[in-house]
């Protein structure tokens, strides 16, 4: 069964200072590796995916994730936060991407500080 | 496209009650989802359908769940009768294989 693991529950950063926020998922085959994010109130806005090919991938808002399949591991980064990025941040593996239920992580909670 | 659409936004009902969320997919998406977010579970799927046949309905929680999908362009998620643990945000998805999940705003629901 694959399985998704959010180690930090709450991330505290300084508005302006970079973010790293961790993910390692298990799964049988390669997966197809997702970042959502959540503000208050509302739905869940695609940040990233990982389908295969370059394991750096670009996505929204300046953000970035790592594919290390040594690792199991698809960590989100952003160079430098701005007060907006504050929210819940999922990551979430599924088996065929749209075409499959996908896993969740329990999320983690990023707050900024001024 | 506007998106994935769900209604209502928010529900309010009171135990016993049969509660139903609507949801309608991005057009040429083949591939429906229903969740579920709770702060204990988190984000669980509960069914899929794909070209409006349910495929995997094995995290529907209890026979009090159902969910339908009529044709291309609409589904629904019952509850019936409703119990307060029912209480939850429900998400509604759509998507095509190799592709990526668009999820609707959500429906709150409340049962008292």
């Known amino acids: 069964a694959q399985s998704v693991t959010q180690p930090d529950i709450h991330i505290t950063v300084s508005e302006g200072a970079s973010l790293e926020l961790r993910c390692n998922y298990s799964y049988g085959a390669t997966p197809y590796l997702f970042w959502y994010v959540q503000s208050p109130g509302q739905g869940l806005q695609l940040l990233l995916k990982y389908f295969s090919g370059d394991t750096l991938v670009q996505g929204i808002k300046g953000f970035e994730a790592e594919f290390k399949r040594s690792q199991s591991s698809f960590n989100l980064r952003k160079p430098s936060v701005h007060w907006s990025d504050a929210a819940e941040y999922f990551c979430a593996v599924g088996a065929r991407g749209g075409a499959d239920g996908l896993t969740f992580g329990k999320g983690t909670h990023l707050i900024i500080q001024p | 496209d506007a998106g994935v659409i769900q209604s209502p936004r928010h529900e309010v009902t009171e135990m016993g009650q049969e509660v139903t969320l609507r949801c309608k997919p991005i057009?040429?998406?083949?591939?429906l989802f229903w969740y579920r977010q709770t702060m204990m579970r988190g984000l669980e799927l509960l069914i899929y359908f794909n070209n409006n046949v349910p495929i995997d309905d094995s995290g529907m929680p209890e026979d009090r769940f159902s969910a339908k999908m009529p044709n291309a362009s609409f589904s629904t998620l019952k509850i019936q009768p409703s119990e307060p643990r029912d209480s939850a945000v429900y998400f509604c998805?759509?998507?095509?294989?190799?592709?990526?999940?668009?999820f609707g705003p959500g429906t709150r629901l409340t049962v008292l």
């Open positions: 998805a759509s998507g095509s294989l190799g592709d990526t999940q668009y």
């Open positions: 057009s040429g998406h083949d591939y």
